[in-house]
């Protein structure tokens, strides 16, 4: 590293602790969602193959979650793969796989993080299953930061199977279609969400430049608060996470009103 990096690593930290000082801890989300944009475009600017993009992706991690651990952040959702990612090559989604499996093996192995899978099951590999069933086991009596794992996620997905389990709960309560048809509402529908039991995310980041959600926690995000960021998810600096943090500080949610 040349005397020019160092600088300026020295400035990012120095400006990094000038953020955060003026941090009002008062106005921190209590749930983030993150859709971890730009691993293969990092990997291609830096010369590196797409697995090692991912591998630099899964490695931001668990230091982005050390960030939220010195907030007040309860609640954080990763969006690791979507529905849509099974269409890419296998030469790039098998090993991506074994990286999202490791990355959920450190996650519950750490101890600080109650690991709850988002996503459908059944478009998942059986190991990954597993995997996932293990996690949420072995940190179940965890009191940190609830880490929602979203794999083999889609929004459009979670909302088709939210009301495909309250038409099964209908049915196995003996409920006719037009005592449901009554009795639907926003609140039945969201306790069949993957997430029924937790608040709706406050702030969506999204790096890597793009400015869409692409499906993620549709239902969910209806009032939540964006911050886009132009950096590739490998390179997500405490910096660019302060940032945030501080422009969700700063804005008036309205809710519709």
């Not at 971890?36 to 993009?53: E, I, L, Y």
């Not at 609830?146 to 979670?158: H, K, L």
């Not at 997500?236 to 969700?248: E, T």
Request: with cysteine; charged share 25%.
């Amino acid at each position: 590293m040349n005397l020019r990096d160092k600088l300026r690593g020295l400035l990012v930290r120095l400006y990094a602790r000038r953020v955060e000082g003026h941090l009002d801890h008062a106005q921190v989300p209590k749930h983030i969602g993150v859709i971890m944009d730009g691993n293969r475009r990092w990997a291609k600017a830096a010369g590196s193959s797409t697995v090692d993009g991912h591998r630099a992706g899964a490695g931001k991690i668990e230091e982005f979650l050390g960030w939220c651990s010195e907030t007040d952040v309860e609640v954080v959702t990763l969006w690791l793969l979507s529905t849509d990612n099974f269409d890419r090559p296998q030469e790039e989604l098998v090993p991506l796989l074994g990286i999202i499996e490791d990355v959920v093996r450190t996650l519950a192995a750490d101890g600080r993080w109650r690991v709850h899978h988002v996503g459908t099951p059944d478009l998942l590999p059986s190991g990954m299953q597993t995997v996932l069933k293990e996690a949420e086991e072995t940190t179940a009596h965890v009191d940190g930061i609830v880490v929602n794992v979203a794999i083999g996620y889609g929004g459009r997905q979670e909302i088709a199977d939210a009301v495909r389990s309250m038409l099964l709960d209908a049915k196995d309560r003996g409920t006719s279609m037009e005592e449901l048809a009554d009795a639907v509402d926003t609140d039945m529908i969201g306790r069949h969400l993957y997430t029924s039991d937790q608040p709706d995310p406050d702030l969506v980041i999204r790096t890597s430049g793009e400015q869409r959600l692409s499906g993620f926690m549709l239902w969910q995000t209806a009032h939540s608060e964006y911050y886009f960021c132009d950096v590739f998810w490998p390179a997500f600096r405490k910096v660019d996470f302060l940032r945030a943090m501080r422009d969700y500080a700063v804005r008036h949610r309205r809710y519709g009103g």
